[in-house]
């Protein structure tokens, strides 16, 4: 048993010595690592005087070390021999406390910078109406508008310094230039300490300027002057001062003084505070005719205020009203000028309406019965569009003779030159499977022999179109074995009615002048488009013209 026992105690401690060995080569890795780590954060600083190959790393701070002067900065082989009688101090350390110093001071200043951004936008009217009181009343107190302005003028300076000077210094670790600035930083630090009350709210802060003269702040004269919450500002002073004075009567101990009204400024409603005091007021019992005179003092006081508070309603109300009047009229003059737009609109489009009318009467009475017996042209609008083809083509007087119908008179080729050969000028219209109408005008005669035969009076129209195309220099082709062809146009095979081996080819425009009436005002590109269809209904007639 006590073999067993000396045998584990001798096993522990030889466990022992390889822990600590096993403790101290890491202790002197992790020492190693550190080393490397701030060489490497410390890239820009110089090399050790001692030792030209090492980034310094340490810095002396002892003046009393014999080695202050002549290695004030020196690496971590320095450190490792004597030349220095004290704990070292790392740079990085001292660079980095450095730089949350100045961090420190630009952030707390930045955070009261918008809290006096916000008490200016907001309180300004009011600042301004209380410190000129302040000057009326010849009272040596600071004016808050002078202090804002002070602070604003140290939050300018930090900044500026700290990037002209200070952030150059930190980038490159220069700690010897940073420390010869600890005193300018020590300096805005001990400033700007008599500036960190203006990190309270606005209340408070009017409090700590303006309690002395609020009781002699008169609200009706500055009922149209100031805003709205700046009023109500006003009224938070003066029933705090109260609160404070009804202690005072009752000796309710001060000590540290309470501004419950103002710490509670998020939740103040006039009308019930004021209600609340003069509660106080009206439950205090007393004898003393000085204190007496006091309540009745403080009892009118709260009896203002609240004529007061029904006046500010009232101007807030009026207010509101105001903005919301002009809100309407706005809206009803916008609404106006819509309803005068659409007048005009409605106008245009009514004369542009009428004057289509008007056009296509003067082409209903030009084209009326032209094509009485068609079974293509079937109502008063395609009567229309054909007399405006013709007028597009110089042809405003004509006269139509039906000579060939495919419904009547058959489909075949034969049957077309039967009837229209050497007949004259003619017209032919045709209607598709599809529901499309077209056709073509010729001044030349049909005949069955095969000829290509010029025309530049020709023209060609699609009723999808409203404007025809004229075929200049082009023909139409003759033959036994078609119907009617023009080139380029469209053709008309052999029995058309039983077969789509007919086709077309018409160009698309979208835009027709009838003696300078525009019926469609939107101009569009040509296209060219081909199709094949087979013949639903075929008229062929023989044109006068007058």
Same mark, same amino acid.
């Given at each position: 048993?006590?073999?067993?026992?000396?045998?584990?105690?001798?096993?522990?401690?030889?466990?022992?010595?390889?822990?600590?060995?096993?403790?101290?080569?890491?202790?002197?890795?992790?020492?190693?690592?550190?080393?490397?780590?701030?060489?490497?954060?410390?890239?820009?600083?110089?090399?050790?005087?001692?030792?030209?190959?090492?980034?310094?790393?340490?810095?002396?701070?002892?003046?009393?070390?014999?080695?202050?002067?002549?290695?004030?900065?020196?690496?971590?082989?320095?450190?490792?021999?004597?030349?220095?009688?004290?704990?070292?101090?790392?740079?990085?350390?001292?660079?980095?406390?450095?730089?949350?110093?100045?961090?420190?001071?630009?952030?707390?200043?930045?955070?009261?910078?918008?809290?006096?951004?916000?008490?200016?936008?907001?309180?300004?009217?009011?600042?301004?109406?209380?410190?000129?009181?302040?000057?009326?009343?010849?009272?040596?107190?600071?004016?808050?508008?002078?202090?804002?302005?002070?602070?604003?003028?140290?939050?300018?300076?930090?900044?500026?310094?700290?990037?002209?000077?200070?952030?150059?210094?930190?980038?490159?670790?220069?700690?010897?230039?940073?420390?010869?600035?600890?005193?300018?930083?020590?300096?805005?630090?001990?400033?700007?300490?008599?500036?960190?009350?203006?990190?309270?709210?606005?209340?408070?802060?009017?409090?700590?300027?303006?309690?002395?003269?609020?009781?002699?702040?008169?609200?009706?004269?500055?009922?149209?002057?100031?805003?709205?919450?700046?009023?109500?500002?006003?009224?938070?002073?003066?029933?705090?001062?109260?609160?404070?004075?009804?202690?005072?009567?009752?000796?309710?101990?001060?000590?540290?003084?309470?501004?419950?009204?103002?710490?509670?400024?998020?939740?103040?409603?006039?009308?019930?505070?004021?209600?609340?005091?003069?509660?106080?007021?009206?439950?205090?019992?007393?004898?003393?005719?000085?204190?007496?005179?006091?309540?009745?003092?403080?009892?009118?006081?709260?009896?203002?205020?609240?004529?007061?508070?029904?006046?500010?309603?009232?101007?807030?109300?009026?207010?509101?009203?105001?903005?919301?009047?002009?809100?309407?009229?706005?809206?009803?003059?916008?609404?106006?000028?819509?309803?005068?737009?659409?007048?005009?609109?409605?106008?245009?489009?009514?004369?542009?309406?009428?004057?289509?009318?008007?056009?296509?009467?003067?082409?209903?009475?030009?084209?009326?019965?032209?094509?009485?017996?068609?079974?293509?042209?079937?109502?008063?609008?395609?009567?229309?569009?054909?007399?405006?083809?013709?007028?597009?083509?110089?042809?405003?007087?004509?006269?139509?003779?039906?000579?060939?119908?495919?419904?009547?008179?058959?489909?075949?080729?034969?049957?077309?030159?039967?009837?229209?050969?050497?007949?004259?000028?003619?017209?032919?219209? @045709? !209607?598709?499977? &599809?529901?499309?109408? =077209?056709?073509?005008?010729?001044? +030349?005669?049909? %005949?069955?022999? *095969?000829?290509?035969?010029?025309?530049?009076?020709?023209?060609?129209?699609?009723?999808?179109?409203?404007?025809?195309?004229?075929?200049?220099?082009?023909?139409?082709?003759?033959?036994?074995?078609?119907?009617?062809?023009?080139?380029?146009?469209?053709?008309?095979?052999?029995?058309?009615?039983?077969?789509?081996?007919?086709?077309?080819?018409?160009?698309?425009?979208?835009? @027709? !002048?009838?003696? &300078?009436?525009?019926? =469609?005002?939107?101009?569009?590109? +040509?296209?060219? %488009?081909?199709? *094949?269809?087979?013949?639903?209904?075929?008229?062929?007639?023989?044109?006068?013209?007058?």
């Amino acid at each position: 048993m006590r073999q067993d026992m000396r045998y584990s105690n001798t096993q522990a401690k030889h466990f022992a010595k390889i822990t600590i060995k096993q403790n101290f080569k890491y202790l002197q890795m992790v020492e190693k690592t550190v080393h490397e780590q701030h060489v490497s954060q410390m890239q820009n600083l110089p090399f050790c005087t001692e030792h030209p190959t090492e980034k310094v790393v340490y810095q002396c701070i002892k003046e009393s070390c014999p080695n202050f002067t002549k290695l004030k900065l020196y690496c971590f082989k320095c450190n490792e021999g004597d030349s220095h009688d004290h704990k070292s101090t790392l740079i990085v350390f001292q660079v980095s406390s450095s730089e949350e110093r100045w961090k420190d001071i630009r952030q707390r200043l930045s955070q009261i910078k918008g809290n006096t951004d916000s008490i200016i936008d907001q309180f300004n009217d009011v600042i301004t109406v209380l410190d000129q009181i302040l000057t009326n009343a010849a009272i040596s107190l600071p004016k808050l508008a002078n202090e804002i302005k002070s602070f604003v003028t140290l939050h300018g300076d930090v900044n500026k310094f700290y990037e002209d000077y200070i952030n150059q210094y930190i980038i490159v670790s220069n700690i010897i230039k940073l420390n010869e600035y600890n005193g300018q930083l020590s300096e805005f630090e001990q400033t700007f300490q008599s500036f960190e009350y203006l990190k309270q709210s606005a209340p408070l802060i009017m409090w700590r300027y303006y309690s002395e003269i609020i009781d002699d702040v008169q609200i009706f004269n500055i009922l149209d002057v100031l805003s709205e919450h700046s009023l109500i500002l006003i009224l938070m002073l003066k029933l705090q001062k109260i609160e404070l004075s009804i202690k005072v009567v009752n000796h309710v101990q001060q000590i540290p003084l309470n501004l419950r009204i103002l710490e509670e400024a998020e939740n103040f409603n006039p009308k019930n505070e004021t209600s609340k005091l003069l509660a106080q007021v009206n439950a205090t019992k007393c004898v003393d005719v000085e204190i007496l005179s006091k309540i009745d003092k403080i009892r009118s006081q709260l009896d203002t205020l609240g004529v007061t508070t029904t006046l500010i309603s009232q101007k807030t109300y009026n207010q509101s009203l105001s903005a919301i009047i002009g809100q309407h009229l706005i809206e009803f003059k916008t609404m106006k000028a819509q309803i005068e737009e659409m007048k005009k609109d409605i106008t245009k489009q009514q004369k542009t309406q009428e004057f289509q009318e008007v056009s296509l009467t003067r082409l209903d009475k030009k084209t009326a019965y032209k094509f009485q017996n068609s079974k293509i042209i079937k109502n008063q609008f395609q009567n229309s569009m054909m007399g405006a083809y013709f007028t597009q083509a110089g042809i405003p007087e004509f006269e139509t003779f039906l000579l060939y119908q495919g419904s009547r008179d058959g489909f075949g080729a034969k049957d077309f030159h039967k009837n229209c050969d050497n007949k004259g000028f003619t017209i032919t219209i @045709v !209607e598709t499977d &599809q529901g499309e109408v =077209l056709g073509g005008f010729t001044v +030349q005669l049909w %005949e069955s022999e *095969s000829n290509f035969k010029h025309d530049d009076r020709l023209w060609v129209f699609n009723m999808n179109n409203p404007k025809i195309e004229r075929r200049r220099g082009h023909s139409i082709h003759t033959r036994g074995d078609i119907g009617p062809y023009f080139l380029g146009a469209f053709e008309i095979k052999d029995k058309s009615n039983t077969h789509n081996n007919s086709y077309y080819e018409i160009k698309d425009s979208k835009v @027709v !002048e009838i003696k &300078q009436i525009f019926i =469609l005002q939107q101009k569009v590109e +040509q296209t060219s %488009e081909t199709k *094949s269809f087979k013949v639903k209904e075929i008229e062929v007639y023989r044109v006068a013209i007058n």
